[in-house]
């Protein structure tokens, strides 16, 4: 059976935030590797400084798109963009302690580890999307059968109810007879509330 609709958004979604997903992971192995080339004796610490400050840049940008993205796929570390806004230069790290450089380290790591379990998730889930499964992308959900959305049974079945009652209200307003009509139902059923036939 072809995926519907609904489902190949979900699958383009999902595509499209493991992308975005790998993308950043890249970069952030690449800001890795910059920090760690730079105490290595014959680099050239000016291109690594620039090197460095234009990897920032684009791991701040691509977070933020990467966030409103994936949404509740979104499981980073929590300290992953302070690891990057206090990293202000390559210098300024090494002029630290040892401790505070194995600190930063220690934090690029687990944020590491995060960014790889939020992409085997992403994956995890287009797979299930590929086999038929209800999942949900970012910010859109599948929740029971698979269809092209709307209303559901229960909102469609309040609004059906809504309706009739507002003709009928309608009705005894405007027509007179159709007034009469139901008052005098009423009455024989409820006398107690709406009087006595008459």
Do not use: C
């Not at 269809?147 to 005894?172: D, Q, R």
């Amino acid at each position: 059976m072809a995926p519907n609709k609904k489902l190949l958004k979900i699958m383009e979604i999902l595509d499209r935030n493991i992308h975005v997903t790998r993308e950043f992971m890249n970069d952030w192995l690449l800001f890795n590797q910059i920090l760690s080339a730079y105490p290595s004796p014959g680099v050239n610490k000016a291109q690594l400084e620039n090197q460095f400050l234009k990897i920032k840049s684009k791991l701040a940008r691509e977070h933020q798109v990467l966030k409103e993205s994936l949404g509740g796929d979104y499981k980073f570390d929590g300290n992953t963009m302070n690891i990057v806004s206090n990293a202000t230069n390559l210098e300024t790290i090494y002029s630290q302690s040892e401790v505070a450089i194995k600190k930063l380290q220690n934090e690029w790591h687990r944020a590491f580890i995060a960014i790889n379990e939020t992409l085997g998730t992403l994956e995890d889930k287009k797979s299930r999307a590929e086999a038929g499964e209800m999942v949900s992308a970012g910010s859109i959900q599948s929740v029971g059968p698979v269809g092209g959305g709307g209303m559901s049974e229960k909102a469609k079945k309040n609004a059906m109810i809504f309706a009739v009652i507002a003709v009928v209200v309608g009705l005894m307003v405007a027509v007179p007879q159709v007034r009469e009509l139901y008052m005098g139902s009423l009455r024989e059923f409820f006398p107690d509330v709406f009087g006595e036939p008459q």
